[in-house]
């Protein structure tokens, strides 16, 4: 028996969404599933946009496009992709102030503790650097350089670790011609309704404007923040985080590049929300992200096209949410994955990552047409915890400023927060320490980079620091220092290396 002839396999699974979500998930299951074993069909509308955004990314896009077997050259040619070391905060903490959120670790372990024991003893001392002096990804960041890791080299450069800034809208397209080449049958179509069985609620079908019926086993929602499926026709339910996260609309639109191609993204923060620039190879995506109760949808473009280095090339686009995420992404037989299962704001651009773990959750736990139900609790209580220490972590950034320049400002500092944030922030402050917990997406590096950054300053570091003394803390951390820029003065100009490197 093959798992084609076993009877109670999934045999057909019906993708409903064309953006990033409906692409990556169907190549995905398309390369691990293989169409032979299971029909896979997607339905998209060509008269429902995508979102047409998400194009920054985190370094865990590299394992997805691993999996796929894609080829990195070919990839970031067709997306026009540029590396990515990290995200420049601007203006966050306070106006004129900016830091960097670097991919990578910052100096080495001393003496079995975390380097930034060390650091903290030493600021408390009057010596040290400013913390991103001992994080390659920030010293290259800042200089506009790129290589990708040397794993021969004893050094920092063995270890670079990057993601990808890409045009989403051409990351879809790759991704479909990929789904495509490998069986993925694509239907051009407007779903106008879902039959649901009688005997348990689960989907049976779904219909199209031109009275097309697709049925399936397995249905994946990735209709988008409306969620056809997960929400219109099986009413789960979603919870508000909006509270915590006041920002639900974005004005997003490209222009020329008028600067060097700098290898991280920017987060500039206004007097309401925040704006980004992320450098592509042949433009710039900008977008500014506020909250509609401190600013007009007017004044948002205005500020928008304030911000822009150059004239716009394209109309701008205007993106509405409710910051949150479904009571269950996997309800019955119908997976939400996208923006039909939530959506924590692109501060930290995790949407895309949220997409990919979420179909690395499916492969782990597929089911067959029994649907047990121990299968979906599991993949529903990962979820909300990996989405929730998300949400935390960009809570963060909003809570801890001391801007106090605005009414959006003042909400944010006064607002409460989690108490899993809380409980971070209190435990940084006292004792310096720094906990990942339940797998979070975010490691210590990045708490403590936004911590520091956003100007949290502990009382105390790790005791057993005290054992060495101040001189050869100091010693050692000029020597961090000092072998961080001299593998960053190798690096090559991040323009350069894309013309030279990575164009076929
Ligand atoms: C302002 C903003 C900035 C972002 N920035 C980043 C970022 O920098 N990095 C990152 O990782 N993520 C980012 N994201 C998130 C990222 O854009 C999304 O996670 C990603 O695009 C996935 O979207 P989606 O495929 O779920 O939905 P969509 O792109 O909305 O796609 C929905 C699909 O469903 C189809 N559809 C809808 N209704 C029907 C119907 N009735 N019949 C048939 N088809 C239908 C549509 O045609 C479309 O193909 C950002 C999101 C926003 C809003």
């Known amino acids: 028996m093959t798992y084609s002839n076993i009877p109670n396999t999934v045999k057909s699974v019906v993708i409903v969404g064309g953006g990033s979500a409906g692409w990556m998930a169907a190549a995905a299951l398309s390369k691990v599933l293989g169409t032979q074993n299971c029909d896979?069909?997607?339905i998209e509308s060509d008269q429902i946009g995508t979102v047409s955004v998400g194009e920054a990314t985190i370094p865990q896009i590299q394992l997805f496009n691993r999996i796929l077997e894609v080829d990195e050259k070919e990839f970031l040619e067709f997306t026009q992709a540029t590396f990515k070391l990290g995200i420049e905060f601007v203006d966050w903490r306070k106006k004129d102030h900016s830091y960097m959120h670097p991919f990578g670790a910052y100096g080495t372990n001393i003496e079995a503790l975390p380097f930034h024991h060390y650091w903290l003893k030493m600021q408390q001392e009057g010596g040290?650097?400013?913390?991103?002096?001992?994080?390659?990804?920030?010293v290259a960041a800042y200089q506009n350089k790129f290589m990708h890791p040397q794993p021969q080299q004893n050094s920092p450069l063995a270890r670079i670790n990057y993601a990808y800034h890409f045009d989403a809208t051409l990351y879809a397209k790759f991704l479909s011609n990929y789904s495509i080449k490998k069986g993925v049958k694509r239907i051009v179509g407007k779903v106008v309704d879902v039959g649901?069985?009688?005997?348990?609620?689960?989907?049976?079908?779904?219909?199209?404007?031109?009275?097309?019926?697709?049925?399936?086993?397995?249905?994946?929602?990735?209709?988008?923040?409306?969620?056809l499926l997960i929400e219109q026709a099986l009413k789960t339910g979603f919870d508000d985080w909006s509270h915590f996260l006041p920002c639900n609309r974005a004005v997003a639109v490209p222009c020329d590049p008028t600067q060097d191609l700098k290898p991280y993204t920017q987060s500039i923060a206004q007097d309401v929300g925040w704006r980004w620039r992320i450098p592509l190879q042949h433009r710039v995506g900008n977008g500014y992200v506020y909250a509609s109760d401190f600013i007009s949808d007017a004044e948002a473009k205005e500020v928008l096209l304030k911000g822009l280095e150059s004239e716009p090339i394209a109309d701008i686009n205007i993106l509405r949410w409710t910051t949150g995420m479904r009571k269950k992404s996997w309800n019955k037989n119908c997976i939400a994955i996208g923006l039909s299962a939530g959506f924590v704001e692109p501060l930290e651009s995790t949407g895309?990552?949220?997409?990919?773990?979420?179909i690395a959750k499916l492969m782990t736990l597929f089911p067959t047409k029994q649907f047990h139900q121990c299968d979906i609790d599991m993949f529903n209580q990962q979820t909300e915890k990996e989405y929730q220490r998300i949400r935390d972590f960009i809570v963060l950034h909003y809570k801890v400023t001391e801007r106090d320049d605005s009414p959006f400002w003042d909400y944010c500092r006064n607002m409460s927060i989690p108490s899993t944030l809380q409980q971070k922030i209190e435990m940084y402050q006292e004792t310096g320490r720094i906990f990942r917990q339940d797998d979070e997406l975010f490691n210590e590096t990045s708490w403590l980079a936004v911590m520091q950054g956003q100007g949290i300053q502990p009382k105390s570091y790790h005791p057993l620091v005290d054992r060495l003394p101040v001189s050869e803390i100091e010693r050692r951390l000029r020597n961090i220092e000092s072998v961080i820029q001299n593998s960053a003065d190798i690096m090559p100009g991040h323009h350069e290396y894309i013309k030279k490197h990575c164009m076929l």
């Open 128 to 138: 040290g650097q400013d913390l991103s002096k001992y994080s390659l990804a920030a």
């Open 40 to 42: 896979i069909t997607l």
């Open 352 to 358: 895309l990552h949220l997409i990919q773990s979420a």
């Open 196 to 227: 649901l069985k009688a005997e348990n609620g689960f989907i049976k079908e779904v219909f199209l404007e031109d009275k097309q019926c697709i049925s399936g086993d397995l249905f994946i929602d990735c209709s988008g923040f409306k969620g």
